[in-house]
Every structure is written in C-alpha cells, then in structure tokens.
C-alpha cells in the first residue's frame, strides 16, 4: 500500500530534480526481490540499489527501484537480503535508458529517506520466549 504527499522541492538538490518545483513523496512498504546491490561513486560516496516489490491496492504488483545514499547506503548493503520486507519514505522519480536491444526502458526510483526493515522470522520459529 503507498501513501503520497506532494512537497516543495528543496533549494539544495541535484539536477536530477531539475525543472520542477514540486515532487511525489511516498511512503511504500513491500518486499525486496533480490539482493542489494552496494557501490561507491569516483567520489567516494556509498550509493545502494534495492528492487521492491509492492502489491497495490487494485492487486497489480508494482516494481520499485529503491536507491540509498552514503550511511543509509551501507546499512541496507550489510542489513537487508532478498526476501525482506522493507518500507521506504522518500520522493518518487522515473529513470530512462535504451536497453541492448535498443528498446527504451522506464523505471520507477524512489530515492530513499528513511527505511523500515521488518525482517521475516526463521523457519520454526515462534512468537513468545520460552
């Protein structure tokens, strides 16, 4: 299930955000369909890449391209596995390329803000302490 909110763009962003004074905020929760995949720019910054798959309300499944920065960038690479269930709050983008086939190719990205990690318990495990 998201949640949207439309904010005023801050002062301080990248190009990326370039030409437009406001932007879709989302709040996303649903599960993680493979592995994390963590980088650092030239520059030294920890840049992470999580595929999200969320079912929507009309029982369609979206998919979500989830990225992290720095800090929060590591904490997923080191955290998060496929199979997780992982909420995402942050603003809400599309990316563009020309596939190998030379199809063109839009994803949804949503730069993370904050993330909430709820992990899946073990096969045989239970809910109160012994």
């Known amino acids: 299930m998201a949640e949207r909110t439309i904010t005023p763009k801050a002062a301080e962003e990248g190009p990326q955000q370039a030409g437009t004074t406001?932007?879709?905020?989302?709040?996303?929760?649903?599960?993680?369909?493979?592995?994390?995949?963590?980088?650092?720019?030239?520059?030294?910054?920890?840049?992470?890449?999580?595929?999200?798959?969320?079912?929507?309300?009309?029982?369609?499944?979206?998919?979500?391209?989830?990225?992290?920065w720095e800090?929060?960038?590591?904490?997923?690479?080191?955290?998060?596995?496929?199979?997780?269930?992982?909420?995402?709050?942050?603003?809400?983008g599309q990316r563009q390329w020309t596939g190998r086939d030379g199809t063109e190719r839009t994803e949804t990205v949503v730069t993370a803000w904050v993330l909430h990690l709820h992990r899946r318990k073990p096969a045989g495990a239970t809910g109160a302490g012994a």
């Open 22 to 68: 406001q932007r879709e905020v989302v709040d996303i929760t649903g599960n993680v369909a493979r592995a994390p995949e963590l980088r650092y720019t030239p520059g030294g910054k920890a840049i992470c890449n999580v595929r999200l798959a969320v079912d929507g309300d009309d029982g369609q499944t979206r998919w979500y391209t989830v990225t992290a």
């Open 71 to 92: 800090h929060l960038a590591e904490a997923v690479g080191a955290h998060v596995n496929k199979g997780d269930r992982l909420g995402v709050c942050g603003p809400l």
